[in-house]
């Protein structure tokens, strides 16, 4: 064989090696699931033994708040899974993101609790939902014990004029927005442009006292902690976390109520990873993977198995109840708002000075 013929054998097996490479390059790109999820929520603790199946199986995306969520994907963002809140599904699905998810291959869909596995909302039929529910929590306001003296048991705490400079509330339209309403006299879950205008007026009230409108928890902790902050609108991670710190706060049950929400997996119409995608949510649906979501951040698994693996007095200490329906009879669930888009309108208008 000359030299010739070696050189061109080369180049051919060089050529054929390339197609090889190029073909395999996407099938193993396909074998990594992609979710978008809330920071703080892609901890490797939440889905252990689907990393025992699929080492380095998953990559993780966050946003902070679920218009955020909603407008990447909207814009082209082809996760696998999101992990949106329950009120957004209806939104998700006007826009034709989502599949239905099979709940036969939910391997504890029987341990969701009721109150959430029957919502209107994430009904696909045919034993198919638009969204598999995995966690919930409240949203109230977080306040120095020895700061703030003996306060009212009220949302009105976030428009008290001598904490002015020291307050912050959540910059997220089903989150201030709503407890405006509920001051106002009004339900935040449907309203009439006159009914708009009077939560319109109680954020004005409310936005010259306020430090900030965020959704850094991190940086509000902190801020509470000095002392900069003395009360703000937060979710139970935030009470649980400056407590383990031997922080004075407490988390308040305003007589207006709780806001109670509830968020879970939802499956991209586009989805590539279906199968990944099961076995990542029945990871994150085992009792130990809920576990792990009530000890760290304070938060209700939707899955009665994970409560089962918690003391009661540690529930105790987190007052989170074992069963949410004691929960909801004293909050405000956060569900479906039908003027959704006028309310983040405005509430854009106002924080910026209108």
Request: charged share 25%.
């Amino acid at each position: 064989m000359d030299g010739s013929t070696t050189r061109t054998m080369l180049r051919r097996a060089a050529g054929l090696a390339t197609i090889i490479a190029s073909l395999a390059t996407p099938a193993l790109a396909a074998d990594k699931l992609t979710y978008f999820t809330w920071s703080g929520y892609e901890l490797p603790d939440f889905n252990k033994s689907f990393l025992g199946a699929h080492p380095d199986g998953v990559e993780a995306s966050v946003f902070s708040d679920d218009d955020e969520a909603f407008t990447k994907v909207k814009a082209g963002f082809h996760p696998d899974l999101a992990h949106p809140c329950y009120d957004k599904i209806a939104r998700w699905n006007k826009e034709g993101l989502l599949q239905p998810i099979d709940t036969k291959r939910i391997k504890n869909w029987d341990t969701i609790f009721p109150v959430f596995k029957n919502l209107a909302d994430i009904q696909a039929g045919d034993g198919k939902v638009w969204m598999v529910p995995w966690d919930w929590g409240n949203t109230s306001i977080l306040y120095r014990t020895d700061l703030v003296k003996d306060p009212a048991p009220s949302w009105n705490l976030l428009w008290d004029k001598q904490y002015s400079g020291r307050i912050a509330t959540i910059d997220a339209v089903h989150d201030t927005p709503v407890v405006a309403a509920l001051l106002a006299g009004v339900s935040p879950f449907d309203m009439s442009a006159e009914e708009l205008e009077k939560v319109a007026a109680k954020l004005r009230e409310q936005r010259p006292l306020l430090r900030a409108y965020t959704t850094d928890m991190t940086s509000v902790e902190q801020s509470l902690a000095s002392g900069e902050l003395v009360a703000a609108m937060t979710w139970n991670a935030s009470a649980t976390t400056l407590k383990k710190q031997g922080v004075k706060v407490e988390f308040m049950k305003p007589k207006e109520g709780m806001l109670t929400w509830s968020c879970g997996f939802v499956m991209l119409k586009d989805a590539k990873n279906i199968d990944l995608a099961y076995d990542f949510i029945n990871s994150r649906l085992e009792g130990a993977s809920g576990k792990e979501l009530i000890t760290q951040y304070g938060y209700g698994s939707a899955s009665s198995a994970a409560f089962a693996l918690v003391p009661k007095e540690e529930l105790d200490r987190l007052q989170l109840p074992a069963e949410p329906d004691e929960v909801l009879k004293s909050t405000v669930f956060t569900g479906p708002m039908k003027q959704n888009d006028d309310l983040a309108k405005m509430f854009e208008k106002v924080k910026a000075g209108g």
